[in-house]
């Protein structure tokens, strides 16, 4: 093992759709900086930044129709990462190009695949279409978290946080004295927990505009390496919620997707999507509001917890039961990190 | 990205001829080796007359550890392919690991591939590549006759129809117009071969009026329109002349005379190498890719690294002053 912290070859979100346009952005994924910026049609660009000729980043330069220009000599690369321009020169250097990395927007995201772009095929972007989809209302916002990524990954994993660190917003004793079933497959790994005839929480008893007692559920489905769409809800009891019938109650889906940006801080994206009310766009305001501010509560327990497993770096975590879930995530994760180094290995 | 170079020894596993004046080496590389993508390039230092110089050679694909090259032996090789064919198993050489700077865009929704001559051997992997994954493809290779072609069953293997061969003996050639345009708008075009293939395809895929950006080729700089002679080179105001032989080239002859030059990529890409040419009694034979076709046809300038005289004398300035 190489230390090696996320897999290359996957699909990383990169930006919220509304974060790139005709500027250029600077931002770090699994390590490698990157500029991205639209093209005049729309298209989004991912290119390295650093120019060909002295490194100098090209986010610091100018967008010139679809091409960048770099800020120092004004060489000038298209969206396919080649030099179209050099100065004080007939011709073009046929070697010189910076990297354009596959790039697909889908899902109001722009991913992009940081490892071997032979393989990089779009089918396997994660689904996140609950985020675009015209049976969902949906919002959401990009956090900048300075921990690894996987702690944002065992913080979703794991839901019985919420009745300490969001006690005074969605939590409530139910969800930590709930029982929970854990499954997984190759690639998958899934957490389901149902609280059956109990008092509705506030924040859902608002959702369903009614106070009865409810079944409530939530549902934490990983996907390798680091996307998670937790279904959360709830129905009133007796309604056939656990049998598979949701259709009395209200439905949710917190989407969650999490990219390196260094080993030790990420780039965070989620959204919280709702299928009742949709037309209510003051709503899908408040609840995007609201999730923030409750993901302000983990940002500051994650950040606490970086830096002290930057202090005690030989430290190794002990585990309890409520952990199976992420202990099965970042199983998965480096399952897919020894993946790729044996296809390397092999070729050598 | 360009890194230091990084030297490896290795030791020769295998050589075979694989076409008429065309070598396959295998090399067990010491330490193992990176993956390596096709069009990756390796250093060998190669000894010509009694003094090592670098050659640079296109990698191909050989299993974990080893490394492979193909080699064609040229008839006025400077003496780097006449090294290389003094090889065999069990001698040690030493290379350097692959670094790429031809590498496939992955990209396109169609790839047109061109080979010239033991240019093939960048083409082969990326064809290989390509195929692997399902892309679109069509390749066209052409040499002096079939029996001057390596790799050729394999290619056909890989692609079928997609593959044709085109012998100049024959007098058969690509129709370069109507290959590039059969490409869809996102196509892209990779070529290697000799200068005078890769200046017809340049010159065809500007009159297409196609981005620039989606001809891909590289270049070695080890050919041209004539072939090598000797010719003479004095350099103002520094008193020196020189005798260029056919299996030299100018900037060596320079360098050995005691001329200081700045240079880079030596293989005419950069330019930095340009001398002026005060006056000339013979054409000159540009090799390089760093002037354009004008800049060419007034030879006021030339790339010392790849360029030579067709024979005679010139006067130079490398920009040398008292």
Redesign the interface.
């Known amino acids: 093992m190489t230390g090696q912290t996320f897999p290359l070859n996957a699909w990383y979100a990169a930006a919220y759709d509304v974060e790139v346009g005709r500027s250029l952005l600077s931002r770090k994924i699994c390590n490698k900086p990157l500029v991205l910026y639209r093209k005049e049609s729309g298209e989004a660009v991912a290119l390295a930044d650093a120019c060909w000729h002295r490194l100098v980043p090209l986010s610091g330069g100018e967008l010139n129709g679809d091409n960048v220009i770099c800020p120092y000599h004004g060489l000038e690369y298209d969206d396919s990462g080649r030099c179209v321009y050099m100065p004080s020169q007939e011709t073009i250097n046929p070697s010189a190009c910076v990297k354009s990395y596959p790039i697909v927007e889908k899902h109001r995201l722009i991913w992009i695949w940081p490892g071997n772009p032979a393989l990089a095929d779009p089918a396997k972007v994660p689904d996140l279409h609950w985020n675009d989809d015209p049976e969902w209302a949906a919002d959401g916002k990009h956090i900048h978290a300075k921990c690894d990524y996987r702690l944002v990954v065992d913080n979703l994993m794991d839901l019985t946080h919420e009745t300490f660190v969001h006690g005074s917003s969605i939590g409530n004793r139910a969800v930590a004295e709930a029982p929970f079933e854990t499954t997984h497959t190759d690639r998958e790994a899934k957490v389901t927990r149902w609280m059956v005839d109990i008092e509705a929480p506030p924040f859902w008893a608002a959702q369903l505009g009614r106070k009865d007692h409810v079944d409530r559920w939530q549902i934490i489905n990983f996907e390798a390496p680091s996307t998670i769409v937790i279904e959360v809800g709830i129905a009133p009891t007796g309604t056939g919620a656990p049998e598979g019938d949701r259709s009395k109650g209200v439905e949710g889906r917190v989407l969650n997707t999490m990219t390196p940006e260094t080993d030790t801080t990420c780039h965070y994206f989620w959204a919280f999507a709702r299928n009742y009310d949709l037309k209510n766009q003051a709503r899908t305001h408040q609840l995007r509001e609201g999730v923030s501010s409750v993901f302000r509560e983990d940002e500051a327990i994650l950040e606490a917890q970086q830096k002290a497993i930057e202090e005690n770096p030989d430290h190794v975590f002990y585990n309890l039961n409520i952990d199976s879930g992420s202990m099965w995530a970042r199983r998965l994760i480096d399952r897919m990190i020894d993946e790729e180094q044996a296809v390397r290995v092999a070729a050598e | 990205m360009k890194n230091l170079v990084e030297w490896r020894k290795a030791r020769v596993a295998s050589v075979t001829e694989v076409a008429s004046d065309v070598r396959r080496l295998v090399f067990d590389v010491e330490g ?5 993508d096709a069009g990756s390039h390796t250093n060998i230092r190669v000894m010509i007359g009694g003094k090592p110089a670098i050659r640079t050679y296109t990698c191909l694909p050989a299993g ?2 080893r490394l492979s090259i193909a080699v064609k032996l040229h008839e006025q090789s400077r003496g780097g392919s006449k090294y290389i064919f003094t090889l065999g198993p069990g001698m040690d050489v030493d290379i350097t690991v692959p670094e790429n ?1 031809f590498e ?4 396109a929704g169609e790839y047109l591939l061109i080979a010239g001559g033991i240019g093939v051997t960048p083409i082969y992997g990326m064809a290989k ?1 390509l195929a692997r ?1 399902g892309a679109k493809v069509r390749m066209h290779y052409a040499a002096k006759n079939r029996a001057a072609m390596p790799f050729v069953d394999e290619l056909s293997e890989v692609l079928g129809d997609n593959l044709s061969l085109y012998s100049s003996d024959d007098g058969r050639h690509v129709d370069l117009e109507r290959e590039i345009a059969a490409l869809p708008a996102d196509g892209e075009l990779y070529v290697c071969g000799p200068l005078g293939m890769l200046e017809a395809v340049k010159a065809a895929w500007a009159a297409s009026g196609r ?4 001809l ?4 070695f700089g080890d050919n041209g329109k004539f072939a090598e002679n000797t010719f003479q080179v004095d350099v103002l105001n520094r008193n020196i002349t020189v005798t260029v032989p056919p299996d030299k080239t100018l900037l060596a002859a320079l360098t050995d005379a005691g001329v200081d030059m700045i240079y880079d ?1 030596q293989r005419g ?3 930095l190498c340009a001398v002026d040419i005060v006056e000339a009694d013979a054409d000159v034979d540009h090799r390089d ?4 076709e ?2 060419k046809r007034e030879s006021r300038k030339m790339c010392s690294c790849v360029s030579r005289l067709t024979e005679g004398r010139a006067v130079i300035d490398i920009g040398y002053r008292t």
């Open positions: 193992g080796l990176p993956a390596f974990p550890g700077r496939l865009s992955w990209r590549a994954q981005p620039v950006s989606r891909r080729y590289e270049v990529c890409e950069c330019g890719v760093f002037f354009s004008e800049e």
